[in-house]
C-alpha cells in the first residue's frame, strides 16, 4: 500500500471520501482494513473488506455512515465516510492482511502511511 488521500477538514454532517491505493501488487489478493487513532487512544479497526468471501465489516459507531469499496480495475480501496460527527475525527490508515478481517494488528503486513481527517462541530 502505496498512498493514501483523501483526508481533510470537514464541518460536522459532511463527507469525505479516503483512497487506499496499492502499487506493485494487487489488493484484491488481500484483505483490507481502514484503521484510525484518535489522540491517546489506540487504533481501532473501523472497516475491513474480505477478500476470500466478499464480507464487509464495519464497527458500530460508523456503521450506516461509511462504506467500503473495491475497485479491483485501479487497485484502490474507498472509504466513503458520510454524516461525520466530531468523534470521527483522527488519522485513518489502510492496511492489507493476507490472513483475515480481524486478524491482530502483527498480521497487517503493510500500512498506509495515514491521513488525517479533522471533523468540526
Known amino acids: 500500500v502505496q498512498l493514501q488521500a483523501g483526508g481533510g477538514l470537514v464541518h460536522a454532517g459532511g463527507s469525505l471520501r479516503l483512497s487506499c491505493v496499492a502499487s506493485?501488487?494487487?489488493?484484491?489478493?488481500?484483505?483490507v482494513a481502514w484503521f484510525r487513532q484518535a489522540p491517546g487512544k489506540e487504533r481501532q479497526q473501523i472497516s475491513c473488506?474480505?477478500?476470500?468471501?466478499?464480507?464487509?465489516y464495519y464497527t458500530d459507531s460508523v456503521k450506516g455512515r461509511f462504506t467500503i469499496h473495491r475497485d479491483n480495475a485501479k487497485n484502490t480501496v474507498y472509504l466513503q465516510m458520510n454524516s461525520l460527527k466530531s468523534e470521527d475525527t483522527a488519522i485513518y490508515h489502510c492496511?492489507?492482511?493476507?490472513?483475515?478481517?480481524?486478524?491482530?494488528?502483527?498480521?497487517?503486513?503493510?500500512w498506509g502511511k495515514g491521513t488525517q481527517v479533522t471533523v468540526s462541530s
Open positions: 506493485g501488487f494487487t489488493l484484491d489478493a488481500y484483505h
Open positions: 492496511a492489507r492482511t493476507a490472513y483475515a478481517c480481524h486478524a491482530p494488528l502483527i498480521d497487517y503486513d503493510l
Open positions: 473488506s474480505d477478500s476470500i468471501y466478499g464480507r464487509i
